[in-house]
């Protein structure tokens, strides 16, 4: 997957993310970014790479979140994986 791949992936969660006023308070809380950061960061077009690994971060600490915002977005769970590997520099990390 490209850097621009998945930026493109972590706008449409964090546009995802504005449209579940539940989770995106706890978001906001667990980031500390403020509502008109988001909005500015949206309307910018790519939202900054702290913004998009943070929410791709929120997103997959609970499975069930994961299986929302991708089915929402007609996305495997496993992209969604794959964008925030990208944008945290894990992609090309191997363990054996």
Partial sequence: MQT???QEIAGDVLLWLCGQEELLG???SATG????ELRAA???GT???GLSAAALDFVMMRDETVLDAA???GLPPERLAMAR??????AG???T
């Fill in 93 to 95: 990390m191997h363990w």
């Fill in 71 to 73: 089915a929402a977005m």
């Fill in 47 to 49: 939202p900054e790479p």
């Fill in 85 to 90: 590997a990208v944008l945290t520099g894990e």
């Fill in 33 to 36: 970014a403020a509502p008109e």
């Fill in 42 to 44: 949206l309307q910018g």
């Fill in 26 to 28: 706890v978001f906001l």
């Fill in 4 to 6: 621009t791949q998945a």
